[in-house]
């Protein structure tokens, strides 16, 4: 299995709404990423979780939480979002921690998530 | 810190066209770069790398060496194809994170 697997890949929420977007690896990649991608830009990273634990928070706000279950598992819950947090969220893997990865990493396909 | 530059786009091109896209980079140390390719509507994929001075990556036709005295990774391909067209991402790993240039979007015309 090579994949990244992230659900949902479409979610409309309001302001008011939580939520959570899942991701899930069997690479035995040890490190997972979050990152949010707007309309033709680059990846912006939000999140880095290496051997389960988080090692950086590239100052996202609070309504952002992540969370790592296990080894296989990303999740990011959502909550009392803005219509500007409407974007594209991808997790990532890598196989080695996030500061060693020549390997590169592995992309889920996203959540295209609207706030309304 | 660590900064990617892409060639602005978009790029438009006909089949069988030779593609390149240029790609520098500042770096303390001795990263690691990569391109990434997005289609529409879906995630990035890794379509190439090279870990160290001089090393050539390759993959689907598409190559790029790391280049140091230049510190370029430019992408080229020989013979375009209309399913090349898509976003590319040129990045480099180093100082525990990866930068992302721009990207450059391709579009290759029948």
């Known amino acids: 299995d090579t994949e990244v697997t992230q659900t949902p890949k479409h979610l409309v929420m309001g302001m008011t709404n939580k939520k959570s977007l899942k991701c899930e690896q069997h690479?035995?990649?040890?490190?997972m990423y979050w990152y949010k991608q707007k309309a033709k830009k680059p990846p912006e990273l939000m999140f880095v979780y290496s051997y389960e634990k988080l090692s950086i928070n590239e100052s996202v706000p609070s309504r952002f939480s992540p969370e790592c279950p296990n080894s296989s598992l990303l999740n990011l819950h959502l909550h009392a979002l803005q219509p500007e947090d409407s974007a594209l969220y991808l997790c990532?893997?890598?196989?080695?921690?996030?500061?060693?990865?020549?390997?590169?990493?592995?992309f889920g396909s996203g959540t295209r998530l609207t706030v309304v | 810190g660590n900064s990617v530059t892409q060639m602005e786009g978009p790029v438009t091109l006909s089949e069988e066209a030779f593609l390149t896209i240029n790609c520098t980079y500042t770096?303390?140390?001795?990263?690691?770069l990569f391109w990434y390719v997005q289609y529409p509507g879906e995630g990035l994929q890794l379509l190439l790398k090279a870990t160290k001075a001089d090393d050539k990556g390759s993959n689907k036709g598409f190559e790029a060496t790391y280049r140091k005295e230049t510190t370029s990774f430019h992408l080229e391909k020989g013979s375009v194809q209309v399913s090349d067209s898509a976003v590319y991402f040129c990045?480099?790993?180093?100082?525990?994170?990866?930068?992302f240039g721009d990207g450059t979007t391709l579009t290759v015309k029948p």
């Open positions: 690479m035995g990649h040890r490190a």
């Open positions: 990532a893997s890598s196989q080695g921690p996030h500061d060693r990865h020549p390997g590169g990493y592995t």
């Open positions: 770096a303390t140390g001795y990263p690691s």
């Open positions: 990045a480099l790993s180093g100082a525990g994170k990866s930068t």
